[in-house]
């Protein structure tokens, strides 16, 4: 699939001037309209959908890109619009501000997910492309805004696989991390596990909440059938006491939650189903690259 198939240049649309991605979304399905029939047709609702999808979350990706986009019911078609903008609008982009230069605004059907969600990791692909995006901010064409995209675009994967789902910004832990920074990150980060590597970046294993609390309780709590003789304070004392000393090397857990890079969506939502498995470590040659959770496949595959 190449995004370039999907993209007409009467839907290309340079120099639009927005002050806000709210404001985009409805300037570019207006314009859209007069062009193309099935958004037409379909106005009203591409722009709920979009403009529902946005107020959820997001879809800003950094690197001064944003992807709005929405599934319509009865929509027949998947349409792509694209273009710059005239001056730099502000979005929200992992609680920092950031510019939006280029957009992608994607309709489809309610039965076109895998689709949309290829053709939003072959935009996020470019998006990385520093030197495209350097490029895409001068062009003065429909036609070579085209021809520039089609001179960066690889052929996108016939399966979504763990390196379109994987979480990138889950840090992950060193050995000698103490375990009040890790209590501090599962709160921060609203995370229940964490990878572990070593100092070159190689997965070694995970930390939980529940090695947190297991080093809280006595040594000989696992002893007794019956623990309400203790007092309220006296389960935490020894990681009150030491969790600023104890680093993660001491307890941390070998771990088979693990999935390759070029793991399908299938073999993920397996292990995650008939394994029980609530988070997978994005691995290739046992080099650490992201995470996966149960949200990531709720999020980004079955409501994109």
């Known amino acids: 699939m190449r995004i370039s198939n999907f993209i007409s240049k009467e839907l290309v649309f340079l120099n639009a001037e927005s002050e806000t991605v709210g404001e985009l979304i409805d300037d570019i399905l207006n314009r859209a309209a007069e062009v193309d029939e099935e958004v037409r047709n379909n106005l009203e609702k591409a722009k709920k959908a979009v403009s529902k999808r946005e107020g959820e979350t997001s879809t800003a990706l950094g690197h001064g890109l944003v992807i709005p986009h929405g599934r319509i019911d009865g929509y027949n078609d998947t349409t792509v619009m694209a273009g710059t903008l005239k001056k730099p609008i502000k979005a929200i982009v992992r609680n920092k501000e950031e510019s939006i230069e280029l957009f992608f605004i994607i309709l489809s059907g309610l039965t ?35 021809e520039l995209i089609q ?134 040659n046992d080099k650490y690259f992201g995470m996966i959770e149960r949200r990531d496949i709720i999020k980004k595959f079955l409501h994109i």
């Open 112 to 146: 076109k997910n895998r689709t949309v969600l290829k053709l939003m990791s072959l935009v996020s692909y470019l998006g990385h492309q520093n030197e495209f995006l350097e490029k895409v901010k001068n062009v003065r064409s429909e036609d070579e805004f085209i």
């Open 151 to 284: 001179e960066y675009e690889n052929d996108i994967k016939q399966t979504v696989t763990s390196e379109d789902l994987m979480d990138t910004d889950v840090r992950p832990v060193s050995l000698d991390e103490p375990l009040e920074a890790v209590a501090s990150r599962f709160i921060s980060e609203n995370k229940t596990g964490l990878p572990v590597v070593d100092k070159a970046g190689y997965f070694v294993g995970e930390i939980t909440e529940r090695e947190l609390i297991e080093f809280g309780m006595p040594k000989y709590a696992s002893l007794v059938s019956d623990l309400s003789f203790m007092t309220v304070g006296e389960p935490f004392e020894e990681y009150f006491l030491n969790s600023a000393k104890v680093t993660v090397r001491e307890l941390y857990r070998k771990s088979k939650n693990l999935v390759d890079k070029q793991a399908s969506i299938m073999e993920i939502c397996f292990k995650m189903i008939t394994e029980g498995r609530t988070r997978l470590y994005v691995v290739e």
